[in-house]
């Protein structure tokens, strides 16, 4: 029976051992993270935007291949709405891009890019007249003050403080603007298509502006907080943050174009517009971690919060996304209108409150006489400075 008992395997490490070899694994862990999160070297930049350009570059390249595939020549062909048309309005003839093209003389295989001089400085006069603005008003503190606490901020985030706030003191230049016929879905039709000007329309072929952009200046965005440990217990630590976001650079090409109304739909004419995939926008991040000894400038986390930063922009503003605006009705209205007469009959009315103002202020006495208030007292005589307990007469004595 002895023999056929299998043989016992004793333990190769005794407790002390296995402690010992699990904290140097804690330990190494540790080590491990502090190395390469804590003071691990971030890519330099160009290195870094590099590679964003080459990902966001071959998601664009995807969008459009499968957008190419999935189209059918049967989608191109637009079908007519009947409707009833009034016979009062003269109906224009129609318009297509050949036709704009013709009027405007542009030509778009041998027009020469424009350099929007001109419109940089009114882009100027407005940026610079809403930083003004913002000088004088807390709006627009206070708006992102409530965005940064609304909601979406998570329970491990305590209240976030704006410190500082800057919206530069350069103004963005472009330059370089040509007109392009691009397809219902933005793709330009050099690639894959030749521009025919009699059946744009019918194609569903429109017209869109790109321009470069160029921006070299520094707005600043700096915000305190401190990070909650609420487990086990609620507030077991708490680590307070600082950090200071910059934009330093960008440069890119906007696209713009407009996206004719639909009476049938009754949607409004809308401008579309976004940047193309190979744009450049360069960060400048601090970071400041702990209350008594504290970590400035971890390389990780600047290299997060700018990761985040391109990826809420590409969601929103570059290609193939895009941004829609419903533009308003051009058409010259009443109320709309602006002129000297407004003015005048601004001038009049205040005046005429003015003029108001003084009867309130004029009060009549027991004798029938008028007599003056604090705010318009009428002048006195000579006579009247020596009266008794007058203290335009106690003056005129000092002065003497």
Not at 52 to 67: C, M, V
Not at 202 to 207: E, S, Y
């Given at each position: 029976m002895a023999d056929s008992c299998p043989?016992?395997?004793?333990?190769?490490?005794?407790?002390?051992?296995?402690?010992?070899?699990?904290?140097?694994?804690?330990?190494?862990?540790?080590?491990?993270?502090?190395?390469?999160f804590i003071f691990g070297e971030a890519p330099s930049p160009d290195v870094a935007a590099s590679l964003r350009a080459t990902e966001r570059r071959s998601r664009t390249l995807a969008h459009k291949q499968s957008l190419l595939r999935l189209r059918s020549p049967s989608q191109r062909v637009g079908q007519p709405l009947n409707?009833?048309?009034?016979?009062?309005?003269?109906?224009?003839?129609?318009?297509?891009?050949?036709?704009?093209?013709?009027?405007?003389y542009y030509n778009v295989d041998s027009h020469q890019p424009e350099s929007l001089d001109w419109f940089n400085v009114l882009i100027a006069q407005t940026i610079a007249q809403f930083r003004s603005d913002a000088q004088h008003d807390d709006a627009i503190l206070n708006s992102l003050t409530k965005t940064l606490n609304g909601d979406s901020r998570p329970d491990f985030v305590d209240e976030i403080r704006?410190?500082?706030?800057?919206?530069?003191?350069?103004?963005p230049i472009l330059s370089n603007c040509r007109i392009i016929p691009v397809d219902e879905d933005g793709i330009s039709l050099g690639s894959h298509a030749k521009f025919d000007p009699a059946t744009a329309a019918r194609d569903g072929t429109r017209l869109q502006a790109r321009m470069d952009v160029d921006l070299s200046d520094m707005l600043t965005l700096a915000v305190e907080t401190k990070l909650l440990l609420n487990y086990p217990k609620k507030l077991s630590a708490v680590l307070p943050v600082a950090l200071s976001v910059s934009v330093v650079r960008f440069s890119g090409t906007l696209s713009i174009s407009f996206i004719?109304?639909?009476?049938?739909?009754?949607?409004?004419?809308?401008?579309?517009?976004?940047?193309?995939?190979?744009?450049?926008?360069?960060?400048?991040?601090?970071?400041?971690?702990?209350?008594?000894?504290?970590?400035?400038?971890?390389p990780k986390i600047a290299q997060l919060i700018e990761s985040r930063l391109h990826r809420w922009f590409d969601e929103r503003a570059v290609e193939p996304r895009f941004q829609?605006?419903?533009?308003?009705?051009?058409?010259?209205?009443?109320?709309?209108?602006?002129?000297?007469?407004?003015?005048?009959?601004?001038?009049?009315?205040?005046?005429?409150?003015?003029?108001k103002g003084k009867e309130r202020d004029s009060?009549?006495?027991?004798?029938?006489?008028?007599?003056?208030?604090?705010?318009?007292?009428?002048?006195?005589g000579d006579d009247e400075y020596t009266k008794e307990g007058s203290l335009r007469s106690l003056s005129r004595d000092t002065r003497i």
């Amino acid at each position: 029976m002895a023999d056929s008992c299998p043989a016992r395997h004793e333990p190769t490490l005794s407790f002390t051992q296995g402690l010992i070899v699990g904290q140097l694994s804690v330990v190494l862990i540790l080590a491990a993270f502090i190395k390469f999160f804590i003071f691990g070297e971030a890519p330099s930049p160009d290195v870094a935007a590099s590679l964003r350009a080459t990902e966001r570059r071959s998601r664009t390249l995807a969008h459009k291949q499968s957008l190419l595939r999935l189209r059918s020549p049967s989608q191109r062909v637009g079908q007519p709405l009947n409707r009833k048309k009034s016979t009062v309005l003269r109906s224009p003839p129609t318009l297509t891009i050949g036709s704009i093209l013709s009027k405007t003389y542009y030509n778009v295989d041998s027009h020469q890019p424009e350099s929007l001089d001109w419109f940089n400085v009114l882009i100027a006069q407005t940026i610079a007249q809403f930083r003004s603005d913002a000088q004088h008003d807390d709006a627009i503190l206070n708006s992102l003050t409530k965005t940064l606490n609304g909601d979406s901020r998570p329970d491990f985030v305590d209240e976030i403080r704006v410190t500082e706030l800057s919206l530069g003191e350069e103004f963005p230049i472009l330059s370089n603007c040509r007109i392009i016929p691009v397809d219902e879905d933005g793709i330009s039709l050099g690639s894959h298509a030749k521009f025919d000007p009699a059946t744009a329309a019918r194609d569903g072929t429109r017209l869109q502006a790109r321009m470069d952009v160029d921006l070299s200046d520094m707005l600043t965005l700096a915000v305190e907080t401190k990070l909650l440990l609420n487990y086990p217990k609620k507030l077991s630590a708490v680590l307070p943050v600082a950090l200071s976001v910059s934009v330093v650079r960008f440069s890119g090409t906007l696209s713009i174009s407009f996206i004719p109304s639909n009476p049938s739909q009754s949607t409004p004419t809308m401008m579309a517009f976004n940047f193309l995939d190979d744009y450049r926008l360069d960060f400048s991040i601090r970071s400041l971690l702990g209350s008594r000894s504290r970590l400035q400038d971890v390389p990780k986390i600047a290299q997060l919060i700018e990761s985040r930063l391109h990826r809420w922009f590409d969601e929103r503003a570059v290609e193939p996304r895009f941004q829609q605006i419903a533009l308003p009705s051009l058409w010259p209205r009443k109320k709309n209108t602006r002129g000297p007469d407004d003015a005048m009959a601004d001038g009049g009315a205040a005046s005429s409150g003015l003029s108001k103002g003084k009867e309130r202020d004029s009060s009549v006495g027991a004798d029938g006489r008028e007599q003056a208030t604090l705010r318009h007292r009428r002048p006195l005589g000579d006579d009247e400075y020596t009266k008794e307990g007058s203290l335009r007469s106690l003056s005129r004595d000092t002065r003497i």
